[in-house]
């Protein structure tokens, strides 16, 4: 088992609001790609699987979208495309350009958003509902906002399994659209999939609050705990070690870029 799951629930929740912090300050092509390695790197470590082909193809054509964007309408004077359309091109003709600096925007911005989506499931598959609220209980969070955190974490996969329930009974009904219809066509199914997704969660919300209203839930300001999370020696080693890669991607982004060749600029 990877040390990662044996750490102190407080641990887990300092760091990732360092580097979710730290993800929206640096602002550098090749210090944010250094953040998204070393995230890969512990994520392999604690092996946690990368999503499947339908979710890396979803998150394609997002990062693409991103790209695309910011090469098109973001700033910067240096063009790779001017202009984009022709000026024989109707109505259009000698409009549009693709920039280099709002390509490198884009790639930016796509690595910030996989930092995130490499991060928060290494904190959430490696730490129990249960020690997540001991870890933010203990950080000074009053229980009542640790169990609403936790509620919405554990809703996700609810949501999922409901999701995929609804998928097969459309599926027994002859609808096909969600995997084998064109874009259009799966557009067009989505609301036979939300409605009823969102019925259920309502549904559900409603038996959470009547379970809750039948245990007099909030009544007490302070909770006992079973089992008290203890902070040991590999906790601030591994702290430390996360707060010295900040630091020292902090140091990399601000860093002059003549230093290396104007490498580190971009």
Known sequence: MSLIYKLDPRTKLLVVLLFTS???????????????????IIRLMVK??????????ILT???????????????????????????????????????WEGFILGLVAVCRLSALMILFPVFTETTSARQIVLGICALGISYRSAFIITTAFNLVPVFKEDALVIIDAQKLR????FEEGSFFAKLKAYPHLVLPLVLGAMRKAQLSSVAMDSRAFGVYRTRTWLDKPKMKYYDFFYIFGCLLFT????????????????????
């Not at 946690?48 to 193809?57: V, Y």
């Not at 002059?256 to 060749?261: K, V």
Request: net charge positive; aromatic share 16%; glycine share 10%.
């Open 22 to 40: 730290v993800v929206f300050f640096i602002n550098r092509l090749v210090v944010v790609f250094c953040l998204v390695l070393f995230l890969i």
């Open 61 to 99: 054509l997002l990062a693409t979208f991103i790209i695309l964007m910011q090469t098109l309408f973001g700033p910067g004077e240096n063009y790779i495309i001017m202009p984009l359309f022709p000026a024989s091109f109707p109505v259009l003709g000698g409009m549009g350009s693709l920039k």
């Open 48 to 57: 946690i699987p990368f999503h499947g082909i339908r979710q890396l193809k």
């Open 247 to 266: 630091v020292f991607l902090l140091i990399l982004n601000y860093m002059p870029g003549h230093i290396f060749g104007g490498f580190l600029s971009r």
């Open 174 to 177: 002859g609808m096909r659209s």
